[in-house]
């Protein structure tokens, strides 16, 4: 099993640690909090010609970007990268134009949920998948067991939920006639879950203000032979490197300490829908 991270700045990569990095390409990727441009990403594929290295590039394209994300692409192509993350279905369709050979990660957040679709994406020459966030874990070991897409599972961080295009927070404190911010924490009134909003040139994101715990099922990923796991490093900066070697040096015991299990247990008990399905009913009126 591999670990990839997400960073939540630039100035530590945790090369000497982890399998692999996410790196989301600037204006061209969205719900991350770090963004590198085309140079830096050379630089770093330069200087860690063993790291595997994943380019996130989800967001939704516009006729405009067609042409430079192009060009991005043929150069990304020279630098034997290990996949790119996509959303937009217009990354599939150039790299089969282009004669692309870098695989990519099928990333389409909620639509990520059955075999049968990754063993079609698969077969249009798709190599992984980031499975969505809002399937069991029951789900996720039938998928990787029926498909014949490479798995990857986010076991760790601040879920994100929900991204618009719109600027919502500078058109609400717009309304308040106060000065816009980027970041916002709003409160659900059912739930009375906090949600993080951020924004940037793209829209603005909503991140769960609740930390997803998914130590526990390490080592039944593990067991079920879950190629990569995935840790987002915004929100838990304070201790994440301390999670990134216990969970290296777990993995490498082929998960048996069960001391890894209780400590984590320290971030938190939510485990997001790995253990509760989810059910849609029907509201009848009145």
Known sequence: MKILIEPSTKNNLYQDITTGIILSLDKYAVQSN?????????????????????????????????????????????????????????????KKE???QTDLVWNQT??????????????????????????TLEEILEINKLSTITSMVEVVGLPSVAFSKRKLITNFFKDLNKPSKEKLTVTEKVSNAEYELQEDMNGTSFFLKELVNGTSIIKELFDNNIEYIVLRKYGIENIFEELLQDTKEYIEGSCQNNDYVEKYKSLGDNTNFFFKKTIYMVKKNG
Do not use: W
């Open 34 to 94: 770090v963004y590198f441009s085309l140079e830096e990403i050379k630089k770093i594929r330069k200087d860690n010609p063993n790291l595997e290295i994943f380019i996130n590039i989800n967001k939704n394209l516009l006729n405009d970007d067609i042409d430079p994300i192009s060009e991005i692409l043929k150069e990304l192509d020279k630098l034997n990268l290990q996949g790119i993350f996509f959303y937009d279905l217009a990354i599939p369709k150039l």
């Open 98 to 100: 282009l004669n692309l």
């Open 110 to 135: 909620h639509m990520v949920n059955n075999y049968k679709t990754c063993n079609y994406y698969h077969s249009k020459g798709v190599k992984y998948a980031l499975l969505g966030k809002e399937i």
